[in-house]
């Protein structure tokens, strides 16, 4: 099961009427129950397939200017997390970031990095858009559906 699937059977199932659900898929399994704040992370029982990742270093959270900036403050759309883990925003500690304010971004454009059980799951941007905040600071912690940047589509 890959990213978009796991994200679209959570907006399902968070639609749903079910308080619980569990499904094993080979070596994949998932289990998700509402009503409790906890969404179970994915298991892989055998070796995972080839994830993209990206170098880990001691990362120390750095505050750039524009991050944290209040969700309030925007109205228009957001690019939310797919997933519970620690956001970074850029691929190394010495690296530019993935985007700035003001940046106009492609649809399948990298925009952040989300570490989840050790993972480094790159962030692709699902349209085009203009990064009008930052809503979180690197090296943060994010929960499923929680906004990261407010943008306006392009």
């Known amino acids: 099961m890959d990213m978009k699937q796991i994200k679209s059977l959570l907006q399902e199932f968070d639609a749903s009427t079910l308080s ?31 994830v993209a990742a990206a170098p880990v270093a001691a990362v ?19 690019i939310v997390s797919p997933m519970v883990g620690t956001y970074y925003a850029a691929p190394s ?14 649809k399948g454009q990298v925009i952040a990095i989300l ?3 050790k993972i480094m799951n790159e962030l692709e941007a699902e349209f085009d858009c203009k990064i009008v905040s930052v809503l979180v600071s690197d090296g943060q912690a994010v929960e499923y559906d929680m906004p990261l940047f407010a943008v306006e589509k392009l």
């Open 20 to 50: 619980k659900l569990k499904i094993t898929q080979d070596s994949f399994s998932i289990e998700l129950e509402k009503n409790t704040g906890v969404v179970a992370a994915p298991v892989m029982a055998a070796a995972p397939a080839a």
């Open 60 to 78: 120390a959270p750095s505050a750039p200017a524009e991050a944290a900036a209040p969700a309030a403050a925007h109205t228009g759309d957001m």
């Open 93 to 106: 500690p010495d690296s530019a970031p993935f985007v700035k304010v003001g940046d106009r971004i492609k």
């Open 115 to 117: 570490e989840a059980m």
